[in-house]
């Protein structure tokens, strides 16, 4: 690791005002988009998974302390070609804003902060701060979508090992049932947070050993590869402990402890093998000597000026988006499905009931034709804000560990309905008293089906900052199955969505006063 010369030449004297003032000009748009700052330090503090961000402003602030010597060598000369990546970065995260995507509006902040750096003190301090400034990225909570993905990969991996090593495996979906006791692949088992806090380090540390790209890239794909196998490897180990000991051990507080100390472990060996390749002298600087310096009032008008300028770029978005959030919600009717194609209300035939939150009119109701029967779940949100969204984290089939049921397979399936090939969320969900449900969902925005979350959630984020209609409909239907006539459930669900395709249309067009 570099260490900055003993004596520092006399240049830094003309970084007292440029430094001065971009810590003010940073501190007042933190304040300025405070409620953003806050909904990443929220994140930290109840998720352990994310615990880290409280580190990183930290590190990047003695990141570039510890470039003091090279950054003395330069002049801060104001650029205000930044200003243009801070509107594109307002823009952001006023639409990130307005369709409550959190982790977008943390991005573009961030973003924001580091173009007021290259604003201020100009593209070759930009370009040296480079890696202390992207490191701020890590600051905020993203990952969360790996985490289906990963509990697969965990799964398969496990349930693999077990068969190799002779254990009969009995699998739906993420469970799976072995001699001795039945097991299930939860989101605490998906590695997110090995996964996170690996490359967290790793990136960190390939930045302080090594000083060429190739190996500090090399470094951060092994720190990105190994915990990903490291996390299967602990899953499959904590399974045979407890099998072999009779379902005594690795069960509990247990679990998470060999799980810890095996992930430790695994790091401690990624680092040492990685030190073999260190490269601990630093290159020789090709910068040249500091410019002689103009005169502070000439130099202090154009700087204020650019922080004045980066002040009022960033300003606008989170004005604007006030007055979005303070305009009074539209008028709204009871929503009212009038059944179509012969079928008719009925009594409820399942006691599952969906998890979707904040809907501004919502609707549940089962029907019955011939002997089959459909439960229809209508959640209406007329304007998207926070906590009422129609794309929302908290919006599930069912929630993890329920006592009742077991989400045991979902995907993103194609059917055809009414004649027409459409896609639909669709899960398979087996209660504890026995019963089977499929569920199919989708979502009505502008009368259109959508199920990818990004498209939906752009095209409403979208609408509501050129204020236009941003309201949406959740469609949910569900119908029990057997075991082996999956086939039979999807053709009754087929059919329902096409019998009460218009009605639900006339109910929508109706509750939006059109």
């Not at 902040?109 to 580091?114: A, E």
């Not at 939150?357 to 779940?377: C, I, K, M, T, Y």
Request: charged fraction near 15%; proline fraction near 6%; include cysteine.
């Amino acid at each position: 690791m570099s260490r900055p010369p003993d004596s520092l030449p006399a240049a830094p004297r003309g970084w007292l005002l440029p430094a001065g003032l971009t810590v003010a000009v940073l501190l007042l748009l933190i304040a300025v988009f405070w409620p953003t700052f806050y909904s990443m330090a929220a994140v930290w503090e109840r998720s352990e998974t994310f615990a880290h961000g409280y580190l990183i402003f930290p590190i990047s602030a003695w990141l570039v302390w510890r470039m003091r010597g090279e950054l003395a060598l330069l002049q801060p000369q104001p650029d205000l070609r930044g200003l243009i990546v801070m509107a594109l970065a307002g823009l952001g995260w006023l639409l990130a804003d307005a369709g409550s995507v959190n982790v977008a509006a943390q991005a573009a902040f961030i973003t924001l902060l580091i173009a007021a750096v290259w604003t201020l003190l100009g593209w070759q301090v930009f370009r040296a701060l480079l890696f202390p400034l992207m490191f701020l990225f890590f600051a905020v909570p993203v990952g969360e979508f790996l985490i289906q993905p990963l509990m697969g990969v965990t799964a398969d991996f496990t349930v693999a090992m077990l068969q190799f090593t002779g254990i009969p495996v009995y699998r739906e979906g993420t469970f799976f049932s072995i001699p001795s006791g039945d097991w299930s692949v939860v989101e605490g088992c998906s590695g997110l947070r090995y996964l996170i806090a690996s490359i967290t380090l790793g990136v960190l540390y390939a930045y302080l050993t090594y000083r060429s790209w190739q190996r500090r890239l090399l470094f951060t794909l092994a720190a990105m590869v190994v915990p990903v196998f490291a996390n299967s490897g602990r899953a499959y180990m904590i399974v045979m402990i407890a099998h072999l000991s009779d379902m005594k051990l690795a069960l509990g507080v247990d679990h998470y402890i060999y799980g810890w100390v095996f992930f430790g472990i695994v790091m401690l060996l990624l680092f040492w093998i990685g030190s073999f390749w260190r490269q601990d002298e630093a290159p020789q600087s090709t910068r040249p000597a500091a410019a002689p310096q103009a005169a502070a009032g000439a130099r202090g008008r154009p700087l204020w000026l650019a922080g004045t300028a980066v002040l009022l770029v960033a300003s606008l978005w989170p004005v604007y988006a006030i007055w979005l959030n303070e305009r009074p919600l539209p008028e709204m009717t009871a929503l009212q499905v009038e059944p179509g194609g012969g079928w008719q209300p009925a009594a409820a035939f399942t006691r599952w009931t969906p998890h979707w939150v904040g809907a501004d009119r919502q609707l549940r109701q089962s029907f019955a034709q011939a002997g089959n029967n459909v439960l229809l779940e209508l959640n209406y949100y007329v304007t998207q804000r926070q906590d009422a969204e129609l794309i929302n984290s908290q919006n599930f089939m069912i929630r993890q560990k329920d006592p009742a049921w077991s989400n045991i397979g979902e995907k993103i399936a194609d059917v055809t309905i009414g004649g027409a090939s459409r896609q639909v969320r669709q899960a398979k969900l087996r209660g504890s008293d026995g019963q089977r449900l499929l569920v199919w969902q989708w979502n009505l925005i502008d009368q259109r089906p959508v199920v990818n979350d990004q498209i939906a959630k752009l095209v409403l984020a979208t609408d509501r900052v050129q204020l236009k209609r941003d309201d949406g409909l959740s469609v949910l239907i569900a119908t029990p199955y057997l075991e082996g006539e999956m086939d039979a459930a999807a053709a009754t669900l087929a059919r329902f969505a096409a019998d009460m395709q218009k009605p639900i249309g006339r109910a929508l067009d109706q509750i939006n006063g059109q």
